[in-house]
């Protein structure tokens, strides 16, 4: 059965009762536009309600598995300066928009930052858009994602709180519309993910830890 984020109701509820009232207007008032205007609503409502949409998702079996956090493209995948390595991925405003933990982990810290609202796909805009950052302590050490709005994509919803517990697969936001999600995880992990593959959030393997001896 297919489920939806509740983030969606506050944007779907008012043009869908609006819309059902002028539908039933136009059947008093004898209006075609009165008529129009209410199916058009409708159809906005139900449009914005599947941006939200929230499949069911089945994470890796396997503990040392990173899951994609989010539906998308791999569009960058880097080692950076330190050694760690990092993964960026697009979303189109027709890809699912809920987040989903990359790991299993403690919530050590959420941080808000301000920026602009540019194509998240483009360098300006992966420096400097609006963006929050969560970073997750874990059995392989600190692992850091950032969901980072767009120039459709304004507002971010972070549902998660410093101290939380979350396991690879666990949803733990939305960014409105698409946008980008960035990925950077412990020297000791090894990327399988490939620039251009397509991911599925909370089920999709972008990286893996080595697995300890017992």
């Not at 989010?70 to 995948?77: F, S, T, W």
């Not at 936001?173 to 980008?180: A, D």
Request: hydrophobic share 45%; proline share 6%.
């Amino acid at each position: 059965m297919l489920s939806f984020a509740r983030e969606a109701w506050p944007l779907v509820l008012p043009p869908l009762v609006i819309g059902i009232m002028g539908i039933f207007g136009a059947r008093s008032w004898n209006s075609v536009a009165l008529l129009v205007g209410g199916v058009f609503l409708c159809v906005l409502a139900l449009a914005i309600l599947l941006f939200f949409r929230d499949p069911h998702r089945v994470p890796p079996p396997d503990q040392n598995s990173v899951a994609a956090p989010a539906d998308g493209v791999v569009v960058e995948i880097e080692t950076l300066a330190d050694g760690r390595k990092f993964v960026a991925i697009f979303l189109s405003v027709f890809n699912v928009h809920v987040n989903r933990s990359p790991f299993s982990g403690t919530v050590k810290s959420v941080v808000e930052r301000p920026g602009t609202y540019r194509h998240a796909n483009s360098r300006d805009g992966a420096q400097g858009n609006a963006r929050i950052d969560v970073e997750l302590e874990s059995s392989y050490g600190l692992i850091r994602f950032s969901q980072l709005s767009g120039f459709v994509a304004r507002k971010i919803s972070c549902r998660v709180r410093t101290g939380e517990m979350l396991n690879t697969g666990d949803r733990f936001g939305l960014i409105y519309f698409g946008s980008r999600m960035e990925v950077e995880l412990p020297a000791t992990a090894v990327i399988t993910a490939t620039l251009g593959q397509v991911t599925k959030a909370g089920e999709t393997v972008i990286a893996q830890f080595p697995i300890r001896s017992s």
